[in-house]
């Protein structure tokens, strides 16, 4: 056999074990990954792991995930050097292929050490990262060359990918069309000539198809890896990205997510990781982001990757969440729901319960969303015996939903649970944030029964507002609601003394001011109230109405004991009020060319000095700061986006 053999023979069999691992099978994954001791297997080995402490949320694991890793970047680095004095065995320079994986190592253990969530892990995810920067950049000007714009991806495919970030390819690499080539250089590798005339396509273009499973490793493994490692980057909270300046790193998340969709639209495993991250980029930004400059375009790339890798893996777990999601996406909520409840049929094979346990978190907010309380509850209990993450927030959530159904006894027996969970939590860390925010609400709502004369033990008594609801509000689980969930949501919150004080088409005046205590007698609840009544009525596309609301909950914020954080997420929401609101002038204006961008022009400036002052009040002391922190972070790309798209410079 010779070595080219050898060496397919080796990632051929690691790829058997992916196939298992994307099919939900993790124990044969495993099994495959155990029979040989190449660094393929081990990377296999510990990207086992690493997916369950990941999406497990189980740091526990990721001790065995380190181990394996580190096996594995080890064997890489040595068949890096033995590569240099041999002949290469593809169209790329020797070892090139290994240096990949060896890439593939430094950037999983690096992500080991972000799932801490803390700063000091962060940094050492910076740390480990920085040292393959030059790396990183060597592989993606030499597989690469001439940039990604040649390459197709999976929802333009065979038509080469779009050109969202030529400035940045242009800077990175000359053009083909310019680049001298010599017989020892790159190109010369293939065209067998030192004068470049009329360029052969490079390798894996569409005119000139990767050769083996080699070169779809070189092709995928670069382009995975680059994009990878800039997305990193750009997704990390502001105050450690600041940190990258004395790496002298400068990120760039367009170029890194055009990156992974050439990935994506490759056959070899990093395709499928590719394609992963991606749909997980996706679906947070339709999600968190609260405004999508270009939604369809989103969706419809979506789409694209969850067809291709579900097609090939339809047991898989991660596959039918992502179709969910876009169900969910879409406003087919019980659509979302049905996929959801099939995954999670006993039949399916469950060996891989990190990605189910994904399938449950899913659901148990999508039925959040859809008011249907009492399965919603049933599946954040759940959740509490498929992983060891915060049981305290799920036990509140759940509380909050049997709550809304006004089973007080079963809630308050929910509740009275959360202390005893929050106290185990303290062996293996600090508190989580939603864990400080839970404890503050915890104390909130037994001085309120105090005050009004009631037992604190049932506190419960002086909950006005389902602290399921309040909670989703940093899950922006109110945004894509329908119509009569909206309308539902209102009449439950106003409906609440004192009565609300903006007028709004949805909400019916009182009859007659209310008698005794008013159920809501705190700028806190008042502030809430105001969010979410402002959240839901910009669902209904009621901008004025929301627009009021909003100003009312930044007035009562200025008050607030512990719900400081309404002011900051009061204005990122006004925000995307504005450029929502925005959309639709200009769609009823049908304003076109100059006229379109003199209107959007000071729209958007507004939108970024909104987004100023809502980073600026959220502080370190403000409960889940870095949740907006990275929401703001997405909504300025998206702003910078419809920018773009418009041709404001």
Request: aromatic share 8%.
């Amino acid at each position: 056999m010779s070595s080219l053999q050898e060496l397919e023979a080796k990632y051929r069999s690691a790829s058997e074990g992916f196939d298992h691992l994307f099919s939900n099978q993790l124990i044969s994954a495993r099994e495959t990954f155990s029979e040989q001791e190449s660094p393929f297997h081990l990377l296999g080995l510990g990207v086992c792991a690493f997916l369950e402490a990941a999406l497990g949320m189980e740091t526990t694991l990721m001790a065995e995930a380190t181990r394996c890793l580190t096996l594995s970047e080890a064997g890489a680095r040595k068949q890096v050097k033995a590569a240099k004095s041999s002949a290469t065995l593809h169209r790329f320079q020797a070892g090139i292929e290994w240096e990949i994986l060896h890439a593939d190592a430094v950037v999983l253990l690096g992500l080991t050490h972000a799932l801490s969530e803390s700063y000091r892990g962060y940094l050492q995810c910076l740390y480990e990262l920085n040292s393959a920067h030059s790396k990183f950049t060597k592989l993606y000007k030499t597989v690469y060359p001439a940039g990604l714009d040649a390459y197709s991806t999976p929802a333009t495919t065979p038509a080469p990918s779009p050109k969202p970030s030529t400035l940045s390819l242009n800077s990175l690499t000359p053009s083909v069309t310019t680049q001298a080539s010599t017989k020892s250089g790159f190109f010369g590798r293939w065209t067998g000539s030192n004068t470049l005339s009329v360029p052969t396509a490079a390798p894996g273009t569409v005119g000139n198809a990767a050769n083996g499973t080699i070169e779809e490793l070189i092709l995928g493994g670069t382009a995975f890896g680059f994009g990878l490692f800039n997305l990193v980057f750009s997704l990390l909270p502001a105050k450690v990205r600041g940190v990258v300046g004395f790496f002298g790193f400068n990120h760039d998340r367009k170029l890194a997510l055009q990156a992974l969709a050439v990935s994506a639209a490759r056959t070899d495993v990093h395709a499928i990781f590719a394609g992963l991250v991606l749909m997980t980029y996706h679906g947070v930004i339709l999600l968190m982001s609260g405004y999508q400059a270009d939604e369809a375009h989103i969706i419809k790339q979506y789409k694209a990757l969850v067809e291709k890798i579900s097609s090939r893996y339809p047991t898989g777990a991660l596959w039918i969440l992502n179709r969910a999601k876009i169900l969910r996406m879409t406003h087919d909520a019980e659509g979302a729901i049905k996929t959801l409840q099939d995954g999670l049929k006993p039949e399916r094979e469950h060996s891989f319960s990190q990605a189910d346990t994904l399938l449950v978190f899913e659901l148990a907010w999508t039925l959040l969303a859809q008011r249907r309380f009492e399965e919603s509850s049933e599946m954040f209990i759940r959740m509490t015996e498929l992983n060891t993450w915060s049981h305290a927030t799920y036990y509140f959530i759940a509380a909050g939903c049997q709550f809304s159904l006004q089973n007080y006894d079963k809630a308050q027996e929910l509740f009275d649970k959360i202390p005893d969970l929050l106290d185990k939590r303290k062996l293996s860390g600090k508190d989580l944030p939603t864990e400080v925010f839970i404890k503050k609400k915890l104390a909130f709502y037994k001085k309120k029964q105090q005050r009004r004369g009631g037992a604190e033990g049932r506190f419960v008594e002086a909950i006005k507002i389902s602290p399921a609801e309040e909670i989703a509000i940093f899950w922006n689980a109110h945004a894509r609601i329908d119509k009569d969930i909206a309308i539902a949501h209102i009449k439950d919150w106003s409906s609440l003394s004192p009565p609300v004080n903006v007028e709004s088409a949805y909400i019916v005046p009182a009859a007659s001011p209310t008698s005794g205590p008013v159920d809501l007698d705190t700028p806190d609840e008042l502030a809430v109230r105001s969010l979410l009544l402002a959240i839901v009525h910009r669902t209904l596309r009621d901008y004025s109405a929301s627009r009021a609301f909003l100003a009312d909950a930044q007035q009562q914020a200025k008050m607030a004991e512990i719900s400081s954080w309404v002011s900051s997420v009061s204005i990122f929401e006004l925000t995307v009020l504005e450029l929502k609101e925005a959309d639709a002038t200009c769609l009823s204006k049908e304003l076109v060319g100059d006229e379109r961008k003199k209107f959007w022009i000071p729209v958007l400036k507004a939108a970024n000095e909104k987004l100023d002052q809502a980073l600026a009040l959220a502080t370190s002391n403000t409960d889940l700061s870095s949740r907006l922190d990275s929401r703001i972070s997405m909504l300025r790309d998206e702003i910078t986006t419809k920018s773009e798209m418009i041709g404001i410079v």
